[in-house]
């Protein structure tokens, strides 16, 4: 993304938005790590941030039990594509990722690049963030993980310096959890078109908003390079606490998303009306 500078706020953040839940994020409430903490310097052969790295190497295997110590993103099967990634040294070889928004076109594994450019980077920076809250290693406030955070006000990105055009259909994605659009991102990335229209720049914006806005526990703020502010939590905000849910891990839905295909388009269009008359 587009930034000449970032500032770590060091208060607490409150969010004007979607009447949801809680509107106040104060630092270390949520951690998140971004593509570089779970990357390598190449120049140096070294991890940008020891701290990140050594959680995924103490317990990669433990989060990816249930999947046969595999990390997968996408959507597996002869339905479309995937990365598959058999260790927490794969991972750190290839985050961060680079290249301009775009469906896989193969099944890799172990990439070091793929034709999903940063797009593919963030969904398995999103998939580590929410699995990782999901199993309690990542800080977040009894009864909400990182997952269960939603997305508002997503359509005030539209116009802003981003590296890649984000298109108003973004704005459809306000109002659901993070896990969720994490789910339809990895049907994206695995080449289903979105019925909505929403791309995948769309996602990689949303997926970067939320896996840099609580990075290393702290509120970043970060300044466009035309002057504008940009502040990532402020695009997010907590659920109502009344019936907490427990969130599907984003690893699990990912497993299902191959049969998912087909029902899709009639899943989306029930929530949303569900939603609308709730």
């Given amino acids: 993304m ?3 500078g970032t500032v770590i706020a060091s208060g607490a953040l409150t969010i004007a938005g979607l009447p949801v839940g809680a509107a106040t994020f104060t630092p270390g409430e949520f951690v998140t790590y971004d593509q570089t903490d779970f990357g ?46 058999d260790s927490p040294d794969a991972v750190l070889a290839y985050l961060p990722a680079g290249g301009s928004p775009a ?18 980077g963030e969904v398995v920076d999103a998939t580590l963030n929410v699995d990782f809250s999901n199993a309690g290693l990542l800080a977040h406030p009894a009864g909400v993980t990182f997952g269960n955070l939603v997305f508002q006000n997503l359509g005030s990105l539209v116009g802003t ?27 994206v990335l695995g080449g289903i078109a979105n019925p909505d229209g929403i791309s995948a720049a769309d996602f990689e914006a949303a997926l ?59 899943y989306r269009s029930t929530r949303k009306a569900a939603s609308i008359a709730a």
């Avoid at 259909?169 to 789910?183: K, R, T």
């Fill in 2 to 4: 587009r930034f000449i």
């Fill in 40 to 85: 390598t310097n190449d120049r140096l052969d070294e991890p940008f941030n020891p701290q990140a790295a050594a959680l995924l190497e103490n317990n990669f295997d433990t989060v990816f039990a249930p999947f046969e110590d595999l990390l997968q993103v996408g959507v597996p099967g002869p339905a479309g594509y995937s990365l598959i990634f």
């Fill in 103 to 120: 469906p896989l076109t193969a099944d890799l594994l172990d990439p070091l690049t793929s034709a999903s450019g940063f797009f593919g």
């Fill in 161 to 187: 310096p981003f590296v890649t055009t984000i298109d108003p259909e973004i704005a459809d994605l306000d109002g659901l959890p993070i896990h969720e659009v994490l789910s339809e991102a990895n049907l």
């Fill in 208 to 266: 970067y908003v939320a896996d840099y806005a609580f990075k290393d526990g702290l509120l970043p703020v970060a300044t466009f390079v035309d002057g504008e502010v940009f502040t990532p939590s402020s695009y997010l905000i907590a659920p109502a606490l009344t019936s907490p849910a427990i969130p599907e891990p984003s690893t699990w839905a990912m497993m299902l998303l191959g049969f998912a295909g087909l029902g899709f388009v009639g």
